[in-house]
């Protein structure tokens, strides 16, 4: 094959790309590296859900019994093993191996972009996802926003008073924070709910927003005031030492003390040179802290009846769900996904040393 500059002619085109374009084509290659990634992590869900105990079926068949006009006493008068049985789960497709299964999910997908049928509830799984992923985003969003301004503002300063009495003290209180358990925070805020009756148990108005606007605000917002504290509290934690420990690392190189050589003033110095460097660390792991913000807000959901992506998950597993379940995972690991491809574009747009494709 005919060669031009060591480059084939076949990759000749693609190394163009990637010099004259190198942050457009490290995100077309991440992309294309997530795509895999989710089917994968789809052929592993169909495996492992395949392998749970339990039969799906049972339930489905159970269900139809209870909800005929017979009631309850038609329990006694169906048999819900054998030609019946077998004929629901051919038509659920779920006689078929898991692979056969999944490849014929993802046709669905690509093709018609349907995330099929609940098979407990029947419902369409697209419209299921979207009537709770609204709810999880908004509660976690509010999350990451109040840790990331109140981690920001607070490690920043007290980075300023470092060894002092205050310092130690709140470098304490946020060790203890990082190291109490959530669960047993949230338990003891609805016990603290339940016996004062300042706020609701539930975290979500009984009322939907399209009756009261304005009085579902205020509303939504003393539901879900606990909530948000336990994840603020959860993650704040963490994330102050961080910040408080990066900003100490930087204020500590030699390019701040020829800074200070200069004459230059402390509060510039803090804001414009040693606070900027701390946002790399940070930006790197903000993609991973949404993602633990969604993995953690499942038990915070089941606790607090908060409608949200995390319960719909629970409910879709001890179902045996497998439509529903496999939806939520790749749906939820698309958004980290897009969060980390994300963070990565930030870091290049606040660290001109970064450049992506580039060769040096």
Not at 31 to 39: A, D, K, S
Not at 125 to 140: A, K, Q
Request: hydrophobic share 50%; aromatic share 12%.
């Amino acid at each position: 094959m005919k060669q031009t500059n060591g480059i084939s002619i076949l990759w000749r085109p693609l190394y163009l790309f990637r010099t004259r374009a190198p942050l457009l084509s490290f995100i077309l290659g991440r992309l294309l590296v997530m795509l895999f990634m989710l089917f994968l992590l789809g052929f592993a869900v169909f495996g492992l859900m395949a392998l749970a105990p339990g039969d799906i079926v049972g339930q489905v068949m159970l269900q139809q019994i209870m909800s005929s006009t017979e009631g309850r006493a038609a329990v006694a008068q169906h048999d819900i093993s054998g030609e019946w049985a077998d004929t629901m789960r051919e038509d659920l497709g779920l006689d078929q191996p898991f692979y056969v299964q999944y490849g014929r999910w993802l046709r669905q997908v690509i093709l018609h972009q349907d995330l099929g049928i609940g098979l407990i509830s029947r419902a369409p799984v697209g419209f299921l996802i979207r009537s709770r992923i609204i709810n999880s985003l908004i509660l976690n969003l509010i999350s990451l926003v109040l840790i990331t301004f109140f981690s920001f503002l607070l490690g920043v300063y007290f980075s300023s008073k470092a060894g002092s009495r205050l310092d130690l003290a709140v470098s304490f209180f946020s060790l203890t924070l990082h190291a109490f358990p959530g669960i047993l925070m949230l338990i003891l805020l609805q016990l603290f709910a339940s016996l004062t009756g300042l706020f609701p148990v539930t975290a979500y108005p009984p009322f939907p927003f399209q009756d009261e606007p304005l009085r579902f605000v205020f509303s939504y917002a003393h539901h879900i005031f606990l909530p948000l504290l336990v994840a603020f509290l959860g993650g704040i934690g963490g994330t102050l030492r961080f910040i408080r420990a990066t900003m100490l690392d930087q204020l500590g190189q030699p390019y701040i003390t020829s800074i200070r050589s200069r004459g230059i003033a402390e509060w510039r110095i803090y804001l414009a040179h040693a606070f900027r460097n701390t946002l790399n660390p940070y930006i790197t792991g903000a993609a991973n802290m949404l993602a633990g913000l969604f993995s953690g807000s499942l038990i915070l959901e089941i606790i607090f009846a908060y409608p949200g992506i995390g319960r719909l998950m629970y409910e879709a597993v001890m179902q045996q769900d497998v439509n529903l379940v496999l939806a939520n995972i790749m749906f939820i690991s698309s958004l980290v996904l897009v969060g980390m491809l994300i963070s990565d574009i930030c870091l290049a747009l606040v660290d001109p040393r970064i450049r992506y494709g580039r060769e040096t």
